[in-house]
């Protein structure tokens, strides 16, 4: 049973909080809604008042319908230093798969997964196992893995649903070595960054420095992270331009100061908030700059390390480390631009800010302390993401043409609806529902192999004698080498049984099959 204790939603947004945008959004409508009664007064005098009117009315319109149209996602993210264990036999509960609305993305950030020289290499060849468990109890629920990265312990892995996978763009994903001096990675960093219906996000997995002693080291080491990765974008190419980030992982930050029996007993009795002021976190949040632009929800669960394996139990060896919360999940809103005095200078990232604001709202901020492989307990994070789409449309259209079967040869078409880096090395699977990654197809064909497609154009496809045998629901997804990513989906069809499928009697030698 998970450790979860009520608290307020603690939420956040690219304007500020709730309040004060919808106040200023208040003083704006009225100031031209004055405009426009003034404007009224004078309608009789020339055409000039007319268009005033006119451009006074849009502006208010436009100001009365900015914050609609706008969507909430459900983020689901988990931490879990693994301490190199195998993985559990279930993480349904971890992952909350029966809560309700349903999650939108579920990210997934390890530590001290396995990697010893032999395993290490097994897992580049093939998927390691900790990912193969997620996949095979993500997929059954309409889950795709979309990417992840590793760097020898630490894993970070992206799920979504189906229908935002299109929407899902630009994914690039980078580390940062911070052990032996930046030369290992046992310690460092991992980040993904992805463009999600238009909207820049960056989730950014660290390991830091160990022990009591340091904290400044882990504040170093989270700096030179910051510092070093960066990626191959014109308006995103350091973690901190993404509009929304999310730090989290085994920070390694202690309670100071505190003795274990004073830490025990707080612990024991709930009383946690006696503990939090001691939090290095915390305390290292007061003086620097940098952690006071991330947020984090009360840590109302108990701390996280260190436990006896398989038990609730803080950590009884002769070392006896104190508990820690260890583990910890914060996220940051990029702050809105200075306004400057300059009126030549651009202002794409304050039209953004304004017209495309994200909310993000932590509805849950917990530990799961049932689960007991390592001598760390994982925890949750699950977020409301609010923001209007600034993509809506698919790159490419795929239609499916006729009845499907293994006995005929299959048809279907494709159309580019927008300009994006497409390739004649791109190519088209055919999935059957309940797939787990853009690499798990039944069968695949390449997309038109003299050009790249124009917009707009109807290209044709056969795919001739490799179709699946037995009936089963599946869709068609466009993989963009260049993007990375399965792009475009069509609607889900069936496959017709053929008649070369091998018929299992229903009763074989008196025993049902």
């Not at 917009?455 to 997804?477: F, R, S, W």
Request: charged share 25%; with cysteine.
């Amino acid at each position: 049973m998970s450790d979860t204790f009520d608290f307020p939603r603690v939420r956040s947004d690219s304007m500020s909080s709730m309040a004060s945008q919808s106040t200023s959004a208040r003083l704006m409508l009225r100031q031209r809604l004055a405009q426009l009664l003034t404007c009224l007064e004078d309608l009789s005098s020339d055409d000039e008042a007319n268009e005033e009117v006119s451009r006074t009315l849009d502006e208010a319109f436009h100001l009365c319908g900015r914050y609609t149209n706008r969507e909430s996602f459900r983020l689901h993210m988990v931490t879990w230093n693994v301490s190199t264990a195998g993985p559990p036999a279930d993480v349904r509960t971890l992952l909350q798969l029966d809560s309700q609305p349903a999650t939108d993305l579920y990210v997934i950030g390890l530590q001290e997964v396995n990697a010893t020289p032999v395993r290490y290499v097994s897992d580049l060849i093939a998927e390691d196992s900790w990912s193969l468990l997620f996949m095979d109890t993500l997929a059954p629920m309409g889950y795709i893995k979309v990417t992840s990265v590793r760097m020898q312990g630490l894993l970070l892995i992206l799920f979504a649903k189906q229908a935002h996978l299109p929407f899902i763009r630009d994914i690039q994903s980078t580390y940062t070595r911070t052990g032996l001096f930046g030369y290992w990675g046992n310690k460092g960093g991992v980040s993904v960054r992805f463009s999600f219906y238009g909207h820049m996000l960056c989730f950014l997995n660290c390991h830091l420095a160990a022990h009591m002693n340091y904290a400044l080291q882990r504040m170093d080491e989270f700096e030179y992270i910051l510092d070093t990765q960066d990626f191959d974008m014109y308006n995103t190419p350091n973690v901190l331009d993404h509009k929304v980030v999310f730090w989290f992982g085994d920070l390694n930050f202690r309670i100071a100061d505190h003795g274990m029996h004073f830490l025990r007993s707080s612990i024991n009795n709930g009383r946690f908030n006696l503990l939090w002021d001691r939090d290095q976190l915390t305390m290292m949040k007061k003086k620097e700059p940098i952690l006071q632009e991330f947020e984090e929800g009360p840590l109302r669960f108990k701390p996280t390390y260190k436990f006896d394996r398989f038990s609730e139990t803080y950590d009884t060896s002769g070392k006896k480390r104190k508990p820690a919360w260890t583990d910890r999940i914060l996220w940051r809103i990029k702050p809105k631009a200075a306004e400057t005095e300059d009126e030549n200078s651009s202002t794409t990232s304050s039209v953004d800010d304004d017209e495309y604001p994200v909310k993000v709202m932590q509805d849950m901020y917990t530990s799961d302390v049932s689960y007991g492989v390592s001598d760390h307990k994982p925890v949750i994070g699950t977020f409301n993401l609010e923001m209007r789409k600034k993509l809506e449309t698919p790159l490419v259209t795929l239609t499916v043409d006729g009845h499907w079967s293994a006995d005929e040869d299959a048809t279907f078409t494709y159309t580019i609806l927008e300009n994006f880096e497409s390739s004649t090395w791109d190519w088209i699977g055919l999935y059957k529902i309940g797939f787990k990654s853009a690499s798990d197809y039944s069968t695949f064909a390449w997309v038109k192999d003299d050009e790249v497609a124009a917009n707009g154009e109807v290209v044709t496809v056969h795919i001739k004698n490799e179709l699946p045998l037995l009936a089963g629901d599946y869709v068609l997804g466009y993989y963009s080498t260049n993007m990375q990513t399965l792009i475009a989906f069509s609607p889900t069809f069936q496959i017709l049984e053929s008649k070369r499928a091998v018929k299992v009697p229903e009763n074989i030698n008196g025993h049902e099959k």
